[in-house]
């Protein structure tokens, strides 16, 4: 499966077993139409094994969340599998976690998804299992969470406490020997202390490895976000989704005093097998009923501002579009490492305002470069990543592989 597919289950009782080369811990929270839990009851992990038709164990594949679909209440709409990792300060860079949906009861393989191209993410929504014309499917999900297993579960109602602040000791009559510091607890293990209730509360973090901090995933609550090259933000406001109309503005300067360099900015619709819909471009400035316009060509990056402006009408992307890829092309030939300045932006189309730059550095002696992506995310918010990777491409024709294997 790829990210936004679905296939129809044709058992009953499903188990979902994501599985990776590192320890995982695997959850299900039962979700209702509005897409929040009915109580902390819908959120099933290994300290709370057990839910309303929806169970956790353990197999020698790893963690393992069973749907059985004839049990679910009438009220829940989907199931939603996670996972999150185990070592406090990891990240699933250089991970291929895979969940895997067999026949609960005859073990036969009904899916298999590996979520592509993970990187600061802590815990993911893997897949989910969900109701649709009177029977079950399952969708292929992959949306990665910087803040772990918590910011999953506080995303989908579940009350998560913060832990207390321990009392001060009192003091000793003599100074005493110096203390070795406790143990790290690892993250996203929840099991409160013995004889107490069973809040879902995090335990405190261990201290942050040392380096440079992991760029994670941001929004727009800030104001303008500078991206740095495979950095996220999420097109939400103060809790909502962006659903207006925003402009990519891309840009560029000649290197060279007096060489003009006729750069084409374009824009190419993906579904959710990664299959091209439509490409906007100069020869083509409308598509999609209009939801993405292209301002024209320019041919030589002279002038101040933006070279060539997109216009996307979020809310008006049809839903079997669910990636965006805006890529540029020397259609004369000449290399990007002759290029300066190289820059792509998000503006509010009402009020001007940026939104989102990304400034383009290190360029290579090639034709084309994938500027940034947009990726509906299954809960209908955008999402917009910097990717500023260069393939040989004079042509949007050219870009349309590469730039699906970037999504």
Request: net charge negative.
């Amino acid at each position: 499966m790829t990210p936004g597919s679905n296939l129809p289950l044709t058992a009953a009782r499903v188990a979902v077993t994501v599985t990776a080369p590192v320890r995982l811990d695997v959850s299900g929270l039962l979700l209702t139409a509005g897409g929040k839990v009915r109580s902390d009851d819908d959120f099933v992990f290994y300290n709370q094994p057990a839910g309303a038709g929806v169970s956790h164990g353990t197999t020698p594949a790893g963690d393992t969340i069973t749907v059985d679909t004839a049990a679910v209440p009438a009220d829940i709409d989907k199931v939603v599998i996670t996972a999150s990792l185990d070592a406090p300060g990891a990240t699933f860079a250089g991970t291929e976690p895979t969940g895997t949906v067999r026949d609960a009861d005859g073990g036969a393989v009904l899916a298999a998804f590996t979520p592509p191209q993970l990187g600061a993410e802590t815990a993911l929504v893997v897949v989910e299992v969900y109701r649709r014309g009177g029977g079950w499917k399952v969708r292929a999900v992959g949306q990665g969470y910087a803040d772990g297993l918590a910011g999953i579960a506080t995303d989908f109602g579940v009350s998560v406490e913060e832990p207390a602040t321990p009392a001060a000791p009192a003091a000793p009559p003599a100074p005493p020997a110096p203390q070795a510091p406790p143990a790290p607890v690892p993250q996203d293990q929840w099991a409160p202390p013995a004889g107490a209730p069973a809040p879902l509360a995090p335990p405190p973090q261990a201290p942050a490895p040392a380096g440079p901090p992991a760029t994670g995933k941001v929004n727009l609550d800030k104001g303008r976000v500078s991206l740095q090259k495979n950095q996220t933000v999420s097109l939400v406001k103060d809790g909502r989704p962006l659903l207006s109309t925003v402009r990519m503005g891309l840009g560029w300067e000649p290197a060279r005093r007096g060489r003009s360099i006729d750069l084409d900015a374009s824009v190419i619709a993906y579904g959710p097998d990664r299959g091209k819909v439509d490409s906007c471009y100069f020869g083509k400035l409308r598509i999609l009923d209009a939801a993405i316009q292209h301002s024209g060509d320019n041919l030589t990056g002279d002038g101040a501002g933006d070279d060539e402006v997109i216009t996307v009408h979020l809310g008006g992307i049809p839903p079997e579009v669910t990636g965006l890829v805006f890529t540029v092309n020397s259609f004369s030939g000449q290399k990007f490492s002759d290029v300066a300045k190289a820059y792509c932006r998000l503006t509010d189309a009402q009020t001007g305002e940026e939104l989102v730059r990304f400034d383009l550095t290190g360029a290579e002696p090639r034709t084309g470069v994938m500027m940034a992506k947009l990726i509906r995310q299954y809960s209908g918010e955008w999402e917009m990543t910097a990717l500023g990777s260069f393939v040989d491409a004079r042509t949007v024709r050219g870009m349309v592989k590469p730039a699906a294997a970037a999504l």
